[in-house]
């Protein structure tokens, strides 16, 4: 007989008991109140973060230390920055590094080695190329101070120089690593972040260790996101790769680790009992999933069929058939997502709770819907996307649209949403994607904001991309605001996004692990983290 997890799980509750764990996991843990073990996401594979958009990025957070960070509100604030200032005609900002600066191996941080990095990171980040795009000279001043000198005004280049949390990350490396090219993997793990990388318990494929940075200054400020100070509580973290959500499971719950990073939501029911355990939404983003639908063929070449969609969606009930627990989600209402500084309330007469199918019916007849297929590209490597697409298709079959699936991996997906042309043609109607929230309030680089016929859709609406074009000229976040809001009464008319709702992913940890930083992120800071007696 087959025994399933959820019977296991039964069995823990039933008995009041830990679930066990290979003996081989217990040996290689000894717990103690200054060093965390981490169960991370995944493993550990690619060490640079100009290589690996993802694979890198907590290890950077670590080890690495940038020169502006954003705050819980999506703020730039300085972090490795002194001090920094801009010439009368915009065009020439000075930067003066802070006090006290030092690589792991002792040498000072200095104005080349954040010019060297700069440079390196703007070859494969979208606001880096921006920058570098619009960039006459970014050159050394002295030891401390820095410039980047832009052939014309960018209002946006703090913004773009803190967007490393939706980008690749801008980790200030040493001069001779930062010129490695952009596609070669940097061989030293050596930064000058709050944490050092212990390369000798370096254990690929199981676990990773990074000790306290004794000589790292933090700044002074509170930790508020990523910005403020980086203060290290505890002496040693241990991240444990444990690739059976049971068996990381099972380490919690005996006090083996202090921390599972993206616990399997089957297994939240029996966390919430534990009076030792705490789930905990560590990341203000979340996921915002969205459908795309292809605007250049029928039914959706007419913008009343796509205003349909929108009415359509029932964003809750699309959620929880995707499989998302009910706690942790919510519904988007603006292109800007939610927890962006630009997400606003423009035009959403739309959203309403629960959907509202007769309007949508109603819209497709204007649209002159004449029986056409709509085919829906699932995912079936993607479970969410893949229930969320079923779920779709019997919503539009209600209303009398042809709805049909064309099941898929992700892999089959891409490659197909390529063809603009009709279904018979090898074309489609609408996918299924997701997106990082908080990557919604870049509109200069995030495609899935463009409306110049360039994104997969092929939306297009030049009043919008008129409005778009100033964004990087504006000068005020407030003048930014009202930007916002105009974009999006016009996007909520045009329709090219239409979206299905946000998710969150909770930690897991004991409750003796406290003082977690909250980010707009799925990369969490180690820093600012302590263990007190339970």
């Avoid at 100009?50 to 080890?63: P, R």
């Avoid at 200030?172 to 993997?185: C, G, Y």
Wanted: aromatic share 10%; hydrophobic share 40%; net charge neutral.
């Amino acid at each position: 007989m087959t025994i399933t997890r959820r019977e296991i799980i039964k069995a823990g509750l039933a008995t009041g008991t830990a679930l066990t764990m290979p003996s081989i996991l217990r040996a290689q843990t000894s717990p103690d109140n200054r060093t965390v073990r981490w169960v991370p996401d995944a493993d550990l594979l690619v060490f640079d973060p100009i290589v690996s958009f993802a694979g890198a990025q907590q290890h950077a957070l670590a080890i690495y230390d940038t020169l502006f960070e954003v705050d819980s509100k999506g703020i730039p604030q300085p972090q490795m920055v002194e001090k920094w200032g801009v010439s009368d005609d915009k065009k020439t900002y000075t930067f003066q590094l802070r006090d006290r600066l030092t690589f792991h191996d002792d040498s000072p941080v200095t104005a080349g080695d954040c010019v060297a990095s700069i440079r390196r990171w703007g070859q494969v980040d979208v606001s880096g190329k921006l920058i570098m795009a619009k960039a006459k000279d970014i050159s050394k001043q002295d030891e401390k101070t820095f410039t980047i000198t832009l052939n014309e005004p960018l209002q946006l280049l703090i913004p773009l120089l803190a967007a490393s949390y939706v980008g690749y990350y801008l980790a200030i490396m040493r001069e001779k690593d930062a010129k490695f090219p952009a596609t070669e993997q940097v061989t030293a793990n050596i930064g000058s972040g709050p944490f050092k990388f212990n390369q000798a318990l370096a254990k690929p494929g199981a676990s990773f260790t990074y000790d306290r940075n004794e000589q790292y200054v933090p700044r002074q400020e509170p930790a508020d996101g990523f910005a403020g100070g980086k203060v290290v509580k505890v002496d040693r973290v241990v991240t444990q790769f444990i690739s059976d959500q049971q068996t990381a499971f099972a380490a919690l719950q005996a006090g083996e680790v202090d921390l599972v990073q993206a616990p399997a939501q089957v297994l939240f029911p029996v966390i919430k009992s534990d009076p030792n355990l705490e789930l905990e939404q560590l990341n203000t983003s979340g996921s915002d999933m969205f459908l795309r639908m292809n605007c250049l063929q029928k039914p959706f070449n007419n913008v009343k069929a796509r205003q349909a969609m929108l009415h359509l969606i029932d964003q809750e009930a699309v959620m929880l058939a995707a499989g998302f627990d009910p706690t942790y989600i919510r519904p988007v209402t603006s292109i800007f997502g939610n927890s962006t500084p630009y997400s606003n309330n423009e035009n959403t007469a739309w959203y309403k709770k629960g959907g509202d199918p007769e309007k949508a019916k109603q819209l497709f007849q204007e649209a002159g819907y004449a029986g056409e297929t709509v085919l829906i590209l699932q995912t079936t490597d993607w479970p969410q996307a893949s229930n969320a697409a079923q779920y779709l298709a019997n919503t539009l079959r209600k209303i009398g649209v042809s709805a049909e699936l064309a099941p898929s991996d992700w892999a089959g997906l891409e490659k197909r949403r390529v063809n603009k042309g009709p279904i018979e043609d090898g074309g489609w109607s609408i996918f299924i994607s997701d997106m990082t929230d908080a990557k919604l309030g870049n509109p200069t680089s995030l495609s899935l904001l463009f409306a110049d016929g360039t994104y997969y859709g092929w939306a297009k609406n030049d009043e919008y991309e008129a409005l778009r074009a100033k964004w990087a000229d504006v000068e005020t976040l407030d003048d930014r605001k009202a930007l916002a809001r105009e974009m999006q009464r016009l996007a909520w008319d045009f329709v090219g996004t239409v979206m299905l709702g946000q998710a969150f992913q909770p930690i897991a940890r004991r409750k003796s692990l406290i003082g977690l930083v909250h980010v707009p992120s799925i990369y969490y800071p180690m820093w600012n983290m302590e263990k007190v007696s339970g």
